[in-house]
């Protein structure tokens, strides 16, 4: 886990997961254009593709803090990230019915969310606790993207249930 770097202090945990965050932007960028291709409903795949410009800035964000701290940007295999993305990939391969694909690929996207949300959450957390107010700024607009994801893909998902039920 600690590779040439420790967690020994909040400084080094705070490096460990801005890399293990960063690495799950890249996971993630190269995810959503599979789901948006894969999406029954368009507005759907309309969030899907609005996410991957958001994503790019959240990458370029999070360059930015590496920046801060005068290090390489480089992420970190993170293997919560790569389950979850695994999952996603098993329900777009595998589940045939076009509205239940939908829901499932909008269950695996919010997984993703809420994970990234409990990382920014943290780190925006801890770069106050470590005085590094631009830091804090970059993550919280990352923290608040995310936020706006997770209630687009509620929308969606509970618009897509009553459809169904209807």
């Known amino acids: ?3 040439d770097h420790d967690m020994k202090d909040l400084e080094g945990l705070f490096k460990h997961f801005l890399r293990d ?3 799950a932007e890249q996971q993630v960028l ?3 254009p599979k789901m948006a291709e894969k999406s029954d409903s368009s507005e759907l795949r309309q969030a899907f593709e609005h996410h991957h410009t958001e994503t ?3 990458i370029s964000n999070l360059e930015k803090v590496f920046e801060l701290l005068d290090l390489k940007p480089r992420g970190e295999t993170c293997e919560a990230i790569k389950g979850i993305l695994e999952e996603g990939d098993s329900i777009m391969q595998e589940t045939d019915d076009p509205d239940a694909r939908d829901s499932g690929m909008i269950a695996a996207a919010q997984a993703v969310e809420h994970y990234e949300i409990a990382r920014y959450g943290t780190l925006v957390s801890w770069a106050r606790t470590l005085g590094m107010e631009e830091a804090a700024r970059l993550l ?3 923290l608040d993207q ?3 994801a997770d209630r687009k893909l509620t929308d969606l998902g509970e618009g897509n249930l009553n459809k169904q039920a209807a």
Do not use: A, I, P
């Open 140 to 142: 919280q607009q990352n």
């Open 1 to 3: 886990m600690g590779k």
């Open 30 to 32: 190269k995810t959503l």
């Open 56 to 58: 790019e800035e959240q």
């Open 146 to 148: 995310e936020y706006d």
């Open 21 to 23: 965050v960063y690495y």
